[in-house]
């Protein structure tokens, strides 16, 4: 059986639209969709076959690059920087965007569901430990998707171990 109880932990790590801060002309979805044809796109294999990933947003927005690029998810980022593509598709908590600071496009029509990141436990967990359910109650709307960014990047950017990661937040709130 599982409990209803502890809320969302505050952060979406739905699919997000990322591009290079100098990127000024664009803020949203839509801004980019006003000239697709000259954007240079990234997409990973999973992205752009889904449903719910290019073929839906391409509808919704009426998008349509002028090149589409599959890379692998590990090379996306570091080929937006060098200028290889102009946009890719990450995930909204991925610590590369704080990293190389760059800028995630608002999904204006709110075509990307949300995945709001929660905790799931059984009951029977909660009731043998009752003290999991206070502390998990006590994370519910605490981290934002930058917070998740920056946490990202510390574990994988900067190798740090994800429980300093979090016992630095903890003591910081």
Not at 79 to 99: H, K, M, P, Y
């Amino acid at each position: 059986m599982l409990h209803s109880g502890p809320a969302p932990l505050g952060f979406d790590n739905t699919f997000a639209l990322v591009v290079r801060r100098d990127a000024e002309e664009v803020r949203t979805i839509s801004d980019l969709a006003k000239h697709p044809d000259e954007w240079r796109a990234g997409f990973g294999y999973e992205f752009k076959e889904r449903a719910d990933g290019y073929p839906g947003l391409a509808r919704a927005y009426g998008l349509e690059f002028g090149e589409i690029r599959i890379m692998d998810l590990g090379l996306l980022y570091r080929a937006l920087v060098d200028q290889q593509v102009d946009v890719v598709a990450g995930n909204a908590t991925d610590g590369q965007i704080e990293s190389l600071k760059l800028k995630v496009l608002v999904d204006d029509r709110g075509y990307f569901p949300p995945y709001e990141a929660a905790p799931v436990v059984r009951g029977v967990v909660l009731e043998r430990y009752p003290k999991l359910a206070a502390a998990l109650e006590g994370l519910g709307g605490r981290m934002s998707a930058e917070v998740m960014r920056r946490m990202n990047y510390e574990v994988d950017g900067q190798h740090r171990a994800p429980r300093e990661v979090v016992r630095e937040l903890h003591t910081a709130s």
